[in-house]
């Protein structure tokens, strides 16, 4: 395992007149005979590659180690298998260790276009972005090359997302094309990500708690003679739980720990009118029903406008929240953060 990360020294902000040191992230697990391919597609832009080999059965490591020439590429190797998260968070890392501005998280299945990784750095190097990731729900015209289950599961996935991780304007969730600034790979709790497949969701769940600006880039994904180790049906209740658990502590973290807003308010009162209203009629109904008299009208009411005032309070919080996504990338504040520190004696 690759030590963790370790905070760097002062840098200059990432602009034109300093161009950025990017890094590519490779995990690498039964894609030997694509990794040659993907690694010659990655333009100059790139000055260093990390090839991850999370114990695959191919050695992909050696393999790169030992055929590869590009002077930019250095292998990771995992002793136990660590999931596709943990491959990428090894990755992440070894380039913030090694002084790297930006990594970009590229598949080792030819399925994502490396020639298309400008379009994800530019908006961090520009400031508008501290994180970027593919979606390949943007052009209508190319969801048709999408495998069905893939897109009905990753459409249902995508609304799951959007509740748990705050990011209401974005969309395909589990989109592994991704760049982000490495002064924010700094300040995530790494080693609590998940490293199987929620790792992309739970990613963007510790991204909102950190309040970082995440961008979608429209892309097109290329479906070839590879088949994806992902299975829709057998993740899906397993990602609804998780989003379930990451949904509860975004909402006590933003709204309750870091912060109390009137949307707090109308969250708890919400919750407590529509309680209140759906057991009281609840009660009364099954009193009524055996007791064989109707319920009086003014029952009903006292059951009814509890909860009518209480999902009102509820579609105003969820209005709030919607507008709530952050706008402002952290990564340069944490520049002038690092600067600020007084020098160690």
Same mark, same amino acid.
């Given at each position: ?5 370790i ?58 180690s ?9 292998v ?19 380039a ?45 015209a ?31 969730? &589990?989109?592994?094309?991704?760049? *982000?600034?490495?002064?924010? %790979? ?6 609590? !990500? $998940?490293? #199987? ?22 892309m ?8 994806s ?24 973290y ?60 509820l579609?105003?919080?969820? &209005?709030?929240?919607?507008?709530? *996504?952050?706008?402002?990338? %952290? ?6 953060? !690092? $600067?600020? #520190?007084?020098?160690?004696?």
């Amino acid at each position: 395992m690759p030590p963790h990360a370790i905070n760097k020294s002062v840098e200059p902000p990432v602009d034109a007149q300093t161009p950025p040191r990017v890094a590519v992230v490779i995990p690498a697990f039964r894609v030997k005979k694509h990794l040659i391919d993907v690694i010659s597609r990655i333009g100059p832009e790139v000055s260093d590659i990390f090839v991850v080999d999370d114990a695959c059965p191919e050695q992909s490591g050696q393999f790169i180690s030992s055929v590869c020439t590009d002077t930019r590429v250095r292998v990771i190797t995992h002793a136990v298998n660590q999931g596709v998260g943990g491959a990428v968070m090894s990755g992440y890392r070894m380039a913030s260790q090694a002084g790297c501005d930006i990594v970009v998280k590229v598949d080792g299945d030819g399925q994502m276009a490396p020639e298309l990784l400008p379009l994800f750095i530019d908006p961090i190097i520009q400031g508008q972005a501290d994180y970027t990731k593919g979606n390949r729900f943007f052009d209508l015209a190319h969801i048709r090359r999408m495998p069905t289950i893939r897109l009905f599961g990753n459409a249902a996935l995508s609304f799951l997302s959007k509740f748990s991780t705050g990011y209401w304007d974005i969309f395909d969730p &589990t989109n592994g094309y991704t760049a *982000i600034h490495a002064r924010v %790979i700094d300040h995530l709790p790494l080693d609590k !990500i $998940s490293k #199987r497949y929620f790792f992309e969701s739970d990613m963007l769940f510790r991204l909102n708690t950190l309040r970082c600006v995440v961008l979608d880039i429209p892309m097109d994904a290329l479906y070839g003679e590879e088949v994806s180790s992902l299975k829709i049906k057998s993740i899906l209740g397993d990602f609804a739980w998780k989003h379930i658990r990451n949904f509860g502590k975004r909402i006590f973290y933003n709204y309750f720990l870091r912060d109390l807003s009137a949307a707090s308010f109308q969250l708890i009162i919400g919750i407590v009118m529509i309680a209140f209203g759906g057991i009281f009629g609840v009660s009364r109904w099954i009193e009524s029903s055996q007791a064989g008299v109707l319920t009086p009208t003014g029952t009903v009411m006292l059951a009814a406008l509890p909860l009518l005032l209480g999902l009102q309070l509820l579609l105003a919080f969820i &209005t709030y929240d919607t507008q709530s *996504i952050p706008r402002t990338p %952290i990564h340069q504040r944490l520049a002038r953060r !690092i $600067s600020l #520190r007084p020098p160690e004696n």
